[in-house]
């Protein structure tokens, strides 16, 4: 059984900075990418970051230039490192991997349960 467990949540005033962690653990053959969505108050999940295993990464327009997102494949983890935060950034930060637990299985989407964000003016 795969589980991703976030981490590095938190209140922080505009401007400030965060780091967001996140960890696979588990049986695990592969996984082939891994993110961070977002979902505010009233508002849909919506995708942050994504990084797949050689590296190419995916953002937000509304978050480039100020967030960064790495990975560590061999520990299956992957960060998010927030800069010049906003109060628009307020949200939970979902973790998020596609993988398979065997060779021969499905790519199968899994979420962590959310840390949450909150930046105040």
């Known amino acids: 059984q795969v589980q991703l467990v976030e981490s590095g949540g938190g209140l922080v005033q505009a401007g400030g900075s965060l780091r967001l962690s996140c960890a696979a653990s588990?049986?695990?053959?592969?996984?082939?990418?891994m993110g961070w969505y977002r979902q505010a108050p009233g508002k849909q999940r919506e995708l942050v970051a994504t990084i797949n295993n050689g590296g190419r990464v995916n953002y937000a327009d509304s978050v480039k230039g100020r967030f960064t997102i790495s990975r560590d494949n061999a520990k299956n983890t992957v960060s998010l490192q927030m800069n010049s935060l906003k109060p628009e950034d307020t949200a939970v930060y979902y973790c998020n991997a596609v993988g398979r637990r065997t060779a021969w299985s499905a790519d199968q989407n899994y979420w962590g349960q959310g840390t949450q964000v909150t930046v105040s003016l």
């Open positions: 588990g049986t695990i053959f592969s996984i082939n990418g």
